[in-house]
């Protein structure tokens, strides 16, 4: 499941930011879409609501979380290494005579030992060793290392140990709540409350998310597609592709390296294939939403467009050019309208008993597509 998600975070990315654009400023724009299906029994879709409960379990890992953020980190100058410990050193490679690496400066560099950060079966020699020792380290490459520039070529490692790092996690106390929030909370009562309301908030909001999708997905899934806007989906699937090759090249690597790291995949055909539908899928939402909005006259207007601009801005927390860079006027008329399709299929949506089925189909990753576009800004702002 989490590749799952990878890959389709990484897909609306590239399918999202821009390329799907172009429904959305005008009526006649809608109509381009609605006119490729018939799109009716939308009123009284029956789905399966999202489970909203806050578990314990839930609330222990904000707990855990919130400690481990404020771990206390001492320098141990005494004890010899072992391994596991993380370890500050400074260190100057130097191969065939000629220096390769080094840190040598004050800050040092962290190394947990049994990694190899810094070079293959180093880090068994330094075993042992106390802080304040200083030693040089030999060790020779495998002829298959990664790096093929020192591949199967001997090293010396000037080696420095400077101390010991020992972190150690905090107790969940009153003190501890009190320190950490500067004492606007000071009880682990009161803090454990805070957790839990917010808790509470976000399982809502993925709920409502999860529910406004599913109820979508099932007015897609009894629509009969007849066409798709001429040249679309090859159009948007060779865009996608070029913003593929473009990034490829950035990180000088192939496409075939670029697919398989991304996205999982070691055949280019397949991956346009699953290119092609999950298009196909985003085009199927947008032709349901176009339809509903002219019949029901839902269409946003400039305000309502702004207003969800600003909930962009607010919910992402960036400023106005961060969001016009992501997102053509197009897009976010087209979103907003979306929004307010939604908003009208939940009035009329009936909640039903859960059965096996449905729960597997509800706990599959529910999103619409100005939430999958949304969720990718972060993303894409990353991947840069």
């Known amino acids: 499941m989490k590749m799952k998600k990878v890959m389709t975070l990484c897909l609306a990315t590239v399918v999202g930011m821009g390329v799907l654009s172009g429904c959305g400023s005008t009526k006649s724009e809608f109509k381009q879409y609605a006119k490729c299906a018939e799109v009716s029994d939308y009123d009284g879709v029956e789905y399966v609501p999202a489970s909203r409960e806050v578990t314990q379990d839930k609330i222990d890992e904000k707990i855990d979380s919130f400690c481990t953020d404020n771990n206390i980190e001492t320098k141990d100058y005494d004890s010899a290494i072992k391994d596991g410990d993380d370890v500050n050193v400074n260190y100057v490679e130097t191969i065939n005579g000629q220096e390769k690496n080094k840190n040598d400066d004050e800050a040092g560099t962290s190394v947990v030992i049994g990694k190899d950060a810094l070079a293959p079966g180093l880090d068994d020699q330094m075993i042992g060793l106390k802080p304040g020792t200083e030693k040089k380290i030999t060790i020779t490459y495998p002829d298959d290392y990664s790096d093929t520039t020192v591949a199967g070529m001997e090293a010396v490692?000037?080696?420095?140990?400077?101390?010991?790092?020992?972190?150690?996690?905090?107790e969940y106390t009153d003190d501890l709540v009190k320190s950490a929030t500067d004492g606007k909370y000071t009880t682990t009562a009161d803090y454990t409350k805070y957790l839990t309301d917010e808790l509470q908030k976000d399982t809502d909001k993925t709920a409502d998310s999860t529910d406004r999708a599913n109820v979508l997905k099932a007015i897609k899934e009894k629509t009969t597609f007849n066409q798709y806007p001429e040249g679309e989906i090859d159009s948007y699937v060779k865009s996608v592709m070029d913003n593929i090759e473009s990034s490829a090249s950035q990180y000088g690597i192939g496409v075939p390296t670029f697919l398989q790291y991304f996205y999982g995949y070691t055949d280019e055909s397949a991956f346009v294939s699953y290119l092609q539908s999950t298009v196909e899928s985003v085009m199927q939402e947008k032709i349901v939403v176009s339809?509903?909005?002219?019949?029901?006259?839902?269409?946003?207007?400039?305000?309502?467009?702004?207003?969800?601009?600003?909930?962009?801005?607010?919910?992402?927390e960036v400023?106005?050019?961060?969001?016009?860079?992501?997102?053509?006027?197009?897009?976010?008329?087209?979103y907003a309208t979306e929004e307010k399709v939604l908003d009208y299929l939940m009035g009329t949506a009936v909640q039903v008993e859960s059965t096996e089925a449905s729960s597997e189909d509800a706990s599959e990753d529910g999103s619409t597509e100005a939430e999958r576009t949304e969720s990718t800004t972060e993303a894409a702002s990353e991947a840069e």
């Open 291 to 316: 339809s509903i909005a002219l019949e029901k006259n839902l269409i946003a207007n400039d305000k309502e467009t702004d207003a969800y601009k600003q909930k962009l801005m607010d919910d992402n």
């Open 157 to 170: 490692f000037d080696i420095k140990i400077n101390y010991i790092k020992i972190t150690t996690t905090p």
């Open 319 to 334: 400023d106005e050019d961060t969001i016009n860079s992501k997102y053509s006027a197009s897009d976010l008329k087209f």
